[in-house]
């Protein structure tokens, strides 16, 4: 376990934005945490995990602490259920690969997003009509002031679209260490209502597919429509979709005959972020090297040297003109830094 100071962090955030961090340290066990946090009790910090869900907008005044804990096990099962726990380092996509090969289902329409097991709770993580909150047991955390350990239940977690407790009441007091999921083993739900895997499928003459052919399909169409960071700088789907109120949306519709939704409530739709915004004429645009992504408006990317402050600029043109044209306000969905 080794400080470092004036550490660049391009190589730990998936915008690849060349930020530094004033000192920074990883930790690969529960002890090593806690002797971090306890030696630094009076430093500001700032936990980071994969890195796939912020945008840096400037370097961090901090003793930035990456979380690397490694490490799966299956902890109980019977005929029907596994119960799994994963440490928080582990690559999700990685973990997720893995459940398949054991025949566990019920994260398979979560294949290639990128990230850490450890922040998915925080950020209730979907994709394809899968959210972690449909799986999840519970997770431990260490809280940073006091280094005690606490399990957090589904309930108390308190899961929303893109949300947790974590992003609320608990923002920034605890470090999420390990997470269990209750996956099946037998007469797994294969979830393939999203027109996109039922398109993938039948080009492939898949009729009844199992989990890897489902993770396969959400796999094709994310590479076909999502920029590998590795490539590009991005952090997945920048902006959340709107929920907004059915008389919001009928003023748009209004205008806008052909604005799709997706009902959410009596009194509430959502509406794709994405078609939003490639109607208000940014898909594919470039600033710079900041830009949208030409195959998913939903995307910011760096290609190559832009900072966060240019991609913060774009994203906020972008929410500005998505709110003159329709009268709907677009929220960010990365943890703007």
Known sequence: MQLISDFSLKNYNTFGIDAKARQFVAVHSLDELRE???????????ILGGGSNMLLTKDIDALVIHVDFKGKQ??????DYVLVESQAGESWHEFVLW???????????????PGNVGTTPIQNIG????????????CDAMHIETQQMRTFTKDECEFGYRESVFKNAEKNNYIITSVVFRL????????????????QLASKNIVNPGLREVSDAVIAIRQSKLPDPKELGNSGSFFKNP????????KAKANYPEIPHYVVSETQV????????????????????????????LVLVNYGNATG??????????????FEKFGIEIEAEVNVV
Do not use: C
């Not at 946090?37 to 700032?46: A, G, P, S, V």
């Not at 299956?74 to 005929?79: E, G, I, P, S």
């Open 309 to 322: 402050a240019q991609i913060l600029e774009l994203a906020k043109m972008v929410q500005d003109a998505v």
């Open 99 to 113: 459940t398949i090969s054991q025949d566990f289902g019920g994260l398979e329409n979560m294949s290639l997003i």
């Open 243 to 250: 929920i907004v109120p059915i008389e919001t949306y009928e």
């Open 36 to 46: 971090v946090l306890e030696q630094h009790r009076l430093e500001n910090k700032f």
């Open 270 to 297: 959502k509406v794709p972020a994405g078609w939003l915004i490639e109607q208000a004429g940014f898909k594919g645009k470039r600033f710079g090297d900041a830009g949208v992504h030409k195959n998913q408006a």
């Open 127 to 138: 994709a394809y009509g899968a959210e972690i909150k449909d799986t999840f047991v519970s």
């Open 74 to 79: 299956v902890l109980r099962q019977d005929d």
């Open 184 to 199: 099946t083993r037998r007469d797994h739900k294969i979830n393939t209502g999203y027109g996109d895997i039922i398109k």
